[in-house]
């Protein structure tokens, strides 16, 4: 089985004053197509750098960014936009939605982009939005929704372009502890049922107790690891790789 | 991104700050409406200027006189250069020339009503008489008649007659009243010996009344070059006075060097008609080089507007200030916007909008604060040029178009051309889309990650 994500010695070095900050000090693993990684980490950490390297929005410093067979630490801004808009989902810890538009034009807004036609688009995003479970609150502004029915809203978009990675970015940093329990049950069972790949970031273990695989990262570095055995995609990679998907540790010392 | 799709949300972009929207677009209002009311200005005041020359006189019309610099040179010379009917002829063939007129003139003294008054009855030829407009029920005389007849410019009517004592004018109409006329005594006479000076005088006493064919139209105010002279046929005249001045042909002759009175004529003005306004700088220089003092209306009119065009210019330049203004304040406007939406412009760019789109959307925005304002300002520039139209008009305000210098009724002072309404929308969708072009750019280059900032 081949790994959809290859990390290889990736670095992000901040230029603060005369001094040099490794936000990323040399990470690398790889991830397969249908597991739900969580990055878990304090802030300040480095997670968040990771993933904005993962998704195109940063630059990296040094190292190797292999996503689908596409070098994407050598593409240009132009490109990026383009991979993001072919391949990429995102979904935002302030969900991000635009203010002057109504549900279901926010969830149909990335296929805007691809040049959709207006019935095409609001079609797909009808049945994002229905597989959900808001169906009925396409006509809603985002202001007249809950923090969950929005969050619900950004999931709908990640996925109306049928992405092949959604990135998360904290997605129930702004939610009570019921609600987040519903919107992780929603993504994981997405990423179980329709085959996607997720790379979600967190600083709450026990947020990320709900991933299948976990990378904890302490300045800059892979400290831990830690598989779901239970994961059916986790057995089925050992079975067909004969050992864990690939990542390099640093322990504490 | 569709076309469409990039209209529909650069609308409702605007759409979500309409007080500021309308602001901005008030602004390019404001900077189209007084640049398109300063060029109509400008424009009417060209027109009106280009009436005011046709009404005195045809544009296509070259008056020729005989030049004074070369008078003192020899009789051989000068000669050459006498308004002589052989002259005449050689002017007639030259390229462009349509028609010539010699002008007679003989100024005489006139009684009417009690009153007296002088003017000039010039006699030109049948071409120059057709191109005249008379008053219902005149009409033109006719070549070589047996009679003299004369058509009476307007304004002699009004303003040539006075009292004599009172210097009160008169005014006559030649129709009813009777008129006498006293041609002046010749100041040529062919004997040697000195003519009794009471001979003279009855001589000058002899009145005469001139039938009247015709007169101009128009009105007591309604000045033209012809306003003030009376017109016959040169023919005609040329036989009436010969009666009157037997050898001499007309009241002051020019002499031979042995004091012989010419034995053809030498008019005072020669009129040479051309096919167009736009060869009359041609043949003028053409006459001009035989010799000839020219002058024409065209001249005078090119010289007028070519000053006219730097007061276009200076009135253009205000009207512009104000526009450039109205796209200091677009460009406000979209800065403001920008800064506002930097977190929504990122979370595009994530999800995966071209930067191409970004641009172009707040291009589209800007161009339509250009449009709307573009064609609201052409409304309202309408609205002023008929407000100023109104009030210069006969009924409006004189000291306006006292003002303006050009008094001509009919002429509008404000003229807006469809091609100045056409310049004026694409010009401000232009400003607009300039004004926005920096935001724009600056837009499409912001970093993605401002969407992932959490405040």
């Given at each position: 089985m081949e790994p959809l994500i290859k990390v290889r010695d990736l670095y992000k070095i901040f230029n603060i004053g005369s001094n040099k900050v490794y936000a990323l000090n040399g990470v690398s693993f790889d991830i397969y197509k249908g597991e739900f990684i969580a990055i878990v980490g304090t802030s300040g950490s480095g997670k968040s750098t990771c993933l904005n390297m993962l998704a195109g929005l940063e630059a990296p410093s040094k190292g190797v960014i292999q996503i689908a067979n596409k070098r994407i630490d050598r593409m240009n801004e132009a490109q990026l936009v383009k991979f993001r808009r072919q391949n990429v989902g995102f979904i935002f810890q302030s969900y991000n939605l635009i203010p002057s538009m109504n549900a279901i034009e926010n969830v149909a807004m990335p296929l805007m982009f691809r040049g959709v036609s207006y019935e095409k688009r609001m079609k797909a995003a009808k049945h994002y939005m229905e597989l959900i479970g808001i169906g009925d609150q396409g006509k809603h502004m985002p202001n007249q929704m809950s923090g969950g029915q929005q969050q619900r809203v950004g999931i709908a978009r990640a996925l109306v372009i049928d992405p092949q990675i959604i990135f998360a970015d904290e997605p129930t940093g702004n939610l009570d502890s019921h609600t987040t329990d519903d919107v992780l049950d929603l993504m994981k069972k997405i990423v179980s049922e329709e085959q996607r790949t997720m790379v979600m970031v967190t600083h709450d273990p026990h947020i990320a107790s709900w991933a299948d695989r976990q990378l904890r990262v302490v300045d800059g570095h892979i400290v831990e690891t830690v598989i779901n055995d239970s994961s059916p995609i986790e057995i089925k990679i050992k079975e067909e790789?004969?050992?864990?998907?690939f990542c390099v540790v640093t322990p504490i010392t | 991104m569709r076309l469409y799709d990039l209209f529909k949300l650069a609308l409702s972009n605007l759409t979500r700050r309409k007080t500021r929207t309308f602001l901005t677009i008030l602004g390019v209002v404001i900077g189209t409406a007084s640049i398109v009311v300063m060029v109509s200005l400008g424009l009417g005041m060209s027109q009106m200027m280009l009436k005011s020359y046709q009404d005195e006189g045809s544009l296509t019309m070259i008056r020729v006189y005989e030049s004074y610099e070369r008078s003192d040179s020899n009789d051989k010379n000068k000669s050459q250069t006498e308004l002589t009917d052989e002259n005449m002829e050689r002017f007639k063939t030259l390229d462009h020339v349509v028609e010539v007129s010699p002008a007679l003139d003989v100024s005489v003294t006139a009684k009417a009503k009690g009153g007296e008054g002088d003017f000039t009855i010039r006699g030109v030829s049948q071409y120059y008489l057709s191109q005249l407009s008379l008053r219902d029920g005149g009409e033109i005389p006719k070549k070589d008649q047996n009679e003299l007849s004369l058509i009476y410019g307007n304004q002699l009517l009004y303003n040539s007659f006075y009292k004599p004592k009172s210097y009160e004018n008169i005014e006559i109409d030649p129709l009813k009243d009777t008129v006498f006329l006293t041609f002046p005594a010749s100041?040529?006479?062919?004997?040697?010996n000195t003519v009794d000076t009471d001979d003279q005088t009855a001589k000058k006493q002899k009145k005469y009344i001139i039938p009247v064919s015709g007169i101009l139209k128009g009105?007591?105010?309604?000045?033209?070059?012809?306003?003030?002279n009376a017109f016959a046929d040169i023919d005609t005249l040329k036989r009436f006075l010969r009666k009157i001045y037997k050898k001499a042909l007309v009241p002051n002759p020019r002499t031979t060097k042995n004091g012989k009175a010419y034995t053809y004529y030498v008019y005072d003005t020669i009129y040479v008609f051309v096919d167009d306004m736009n060869n009359v700088k041609d043949v003028q220089k053409q006459i001009s080089d035989m010799g000839f003092s020219v002058n024409s209306n065209m001249e005078w009119l090119e010289s007028a507007q070519e000053q006219l065009g730097m007061v276009q210019m200076v009135l253009g330049g205000i009207g512009g200030v104000s526009l450039l203004v109205a796209a200091i304040g677009i460009m406000n406007t979209m800065m403001m916007s920008i800064y506002e939406r930097t977190k929504e412009i990122g979370v595009m760019k994530v999800l995966g909008c071209d930067m191409s789109d970004i641009r172009n959307m707040f291009l589209f925005e800007s161009g339509i604060i250009g449009l709307m304002g573009g064609i609201a300002g052409l409304l309202v520039s309408y609205l002023i040029s008929f407000i100023i139209n109104f009030l210069t008009s006969d009924n409006g305000g004189e000291s306006v178009s006292m003002f303006i210098g050009y008094t001509d009724g009919g002429g509008a002072l404000s003229y807006i051309p469809l091609w100045l309404a056409a310049f004026a929308i694409i010009f401000a969708i232009a400003v607009g889309s300039i004004a926005g072009y920096v935001p724009a750019v600056r837009a499409m280059k912001l970093s993605p990650l401002a969407a992932i900032r959490n405040e």
């Open positions: 790789n004969g050992e864990p998907p | 100041s040529y006479s062919d004997k040697k009105g007591r105010d309604d000045w033209n070059q012809n306003s003030y």
